[in-house]
């Protein structure tokens, strides 16, 4: 038994509570070096009294590349939990591991309480259970200065025309918040419940990400009147809406930092920053600046929201639009550069205001340290929806595609992992059919396995119908409305895909996740109850059978049993 192989950590993911009296354990082991995991548990005391201890068996789930998972649903009547796990391996040897570690399999170290790992009272308010209405919400996010120019008298004096290439880092083309109140009835359509939109505050950009005032509507965008009618109206349809706030650096025509390069030293906004040297500004021999910056982007001077008097003035922001608009959830921009405290003091003061808040940072990696402990439901989930662009450009295996997804559906408790944000592309990616060689079938496919996957899943504005477009800034292209988005054939597609994922959002959100690997066919498996969900991809170069006889809901390259090259099935038993 490679002992290296197993761990658990009490009071962390591995024992994710799922509800009141509920959790999920959860032990790790080498791949293929295990044959049974038992848990031996209860109530301490109750022990010390003299009741015995329960013994269950946890069951394989989820294997990566290179560690097996296994998981067991837990019902604990007192709410009080001592526990240790007895590990059998291939050849039937066995051990118990516990708090202190590895020890013998005997009647004696069984009796020892030292040896048992303890969760002294479990309490649903230290889970931070998400929202419930995430898990059944599919996002739309806009990049509003592209998606529809609803009032050309607010645009700014060089608008372009609506579409007209190529698009350059600075160009406008007059995008608003009428142009997406004017198309409400489209996206509800399309099956979109969530609107998440890139920031809409005072910038002199198109982005909006270098903000100069948290509290004021870009005046291209439109007025708080405008915004209003588009948030009571998206609520009318059944919609969220979710803005975006930049809380890591502001932009550097914003009052605070020009008062700093007015003042110096003595401006009372002077520790607002992160500020090396005085006068700020850059090195006349090295170049370099001598303040810190997101990235190295002296536009964007970084906030020290380590300052009271800052994290006051973010708190004041959110619960603002919170409060007085009525939104329902906040997107962080570059969450993992902003200190936890930080976080903690924005979500707690959010969570008093709306209780079902939903809280959301922006990550491009595996970023568990940003989820509970007071801080956000879930983070942008890259790290999953990433590989399946690799995936379907046949940049990977199959069953390494399998190992690396299944290690990131094992990074957040079970609640967090249902409300993660997945989206194939955004702002700040090229487009997922122009990565994937501008094929629309790989795109329906990589949806598809999407949708398939634990989390809330996203779409950029214009995938619809297809929307081509490489790094920054072409994958920000206008929203094409001509021809109508509805009379082409990936509307059709995507439409009905969102329609079916809503209509299952709790079922994908309480079943058992498992993967097959027929020949060049990878087989996703969502299981619960009576119930059975498969979807089937063919990732090779010939047609193959399908195992299943399922009844398909939705299919490309399907004709019976056989599945083309390229081909997939969507199929529900």
């Known amino acids: ?171 406008f083309y007059g995008g608003d918040l009428r142009g ?113 910056t997101f990235g190295t982007t002296a536009s964007m001077p970084k906030l020290n929201t380590q300052n009271p008097a800052v994290r006051d003035y973010l708190i004041e922001i959110t619960t603002y639009w919170l409060s007085q608009l009525d939104i329902d959830a906040w997107r962080f921009d570059v969450a993992d550069e902003v200190d936890h405290g930080t976080w903690r003091a924005i979500c707690a003061a959010l969570r008093a205001v709306k209780p079902d808040v939903y809280l959301l940072g922006e990550a491009w990696h595996s970023s568990p340290s940003l989820i509970g402990n007071g801080q956000f439901d879930a983070v942008m989930n890259y790290p999953l929806t990433q590989p399946i662009l690799a995936l379907f450009n046949h940049e990977l295996t199959l ?48 949806l598809t396995l999407m949708m398939l996957l634990p989390g809330s899943p996203c779409l950029y504005y214009g995938t619809e119908v297809g929307l081509p477009g490489g790094p920054d800034p072409d994958n920000r292209r206008c929203m094409p409305w001509q021809p109508a988005p509805a009379t082409t054939k990936m509307y059709g597609f995507v439409r009905a ?4 994922r809503r209509q299952q959002a709790e079922f994908l959100a309480t079943s058992a996740l498992s993967w097959q690997i027929e020949g060049n066919c990878l087989v996703l498996i969502r299981q619960h109850a009576d119930q059975t969900v498969t979807g089937t991809f063919n990732l090779g170069k010939s047609a193959q059978t399908m195992a299943n006889d399922g009844m398909t809901v939705l299919a490309v390259g399907q004709q019976g049993q056989q599945l083309a090259a390229g081909g997939f099935s969507l199929q529900v038993q």
Request: proline share 6%.
């Open 1 to 171: 038994m490679q002992l290296a192989g197993i761990s658990h950590r009490a009071e962390s993911a591995d024992t994710a509570i799922l509800a009141d009296h509920q959790l999920l354990m959860r032990l790790r082991t080498a791949l293929d070096d295990v044959q049974q995991v038992e848990l031996i548990y209860g109530d301490m005391y109750l022990w010390q009294a003299g009741t015995p201890l329960q013994h269950a068996q946890l069951r394989p789930t989820l294997a990566t590349q290179a560690q097996q998972y296994w998981t067991l649903p837990v019902t604990v009547p007192t709410n009080r939990l001592i526990y240790a796990f007895k590990l059998t391996d291939l050849n039937g040897a066995t051990i118990g591991y516990g708090d202190d570690g590895f020890f013998e399999d005997t009647a004696t170290n069984w009796a020892t309480t030292g040896h048992y790992f303890h969760l002294p009272y479990l309490h649903v308010s230290d889970a931070e259970l998400p929202p419930a209405w995430v898990k059944s919400t599919v996002w739309y996010q806009i990049f509003p200065e592209r998606f529809a120019n609803g009032d050309a008298g607010n645009d700014p004096a060089d608008t372009q025309p609506w579409g007209q290439g190529p698009v350059k880092p600075d160009s």
């Open 180 to 292: 997406i109140i004017d198309h409400l009835d489209d996206l509800a359509d399309l099956g979109i419940n969530g609107l998440y939109l890139c920031p809409i505050f005072t910038s002199p950009s198109n982005h909006k990400y270098d903000t100069l005032d948290h509290f004021e509507i870009d005046p291209h965008f439109g007025t708080k009147k405008d915004f209003q009618e588009l948030v009571d109206g998206a609520h009318a349809r059944g919609m969220r809406v979710m803005l975006d706030a930049v809380f890591n650096h502001f932009g550097a025509a914003s009052p605070q930092w020009q008062d700093v390069v007015k003042n110096g030293a003595k401006s009372r906004f002077a520790d607002w920053f992160h500020i090396h040297d005085w006068p700020v500004g850059r090195d006349q021999q090295t170049g370099a600046l001598n303040y810190e």
């Open 399 to 446: 069953k390494d595609y399998v190992g690396k997804t299944n290690l990131q559906l094992t990074q957040y408790p079970r609640p967090n992992q249902q409300v993660m944000l997945n989206a194939l592309d955004t702002h700040d990616t090229a487009r997922a059919i122009t990565v994937m060689g501008g094929q629309p079938q790989r795109l329906q496919a990589a």
């Open 497 to 500: 895909l969102l329609v079916w």
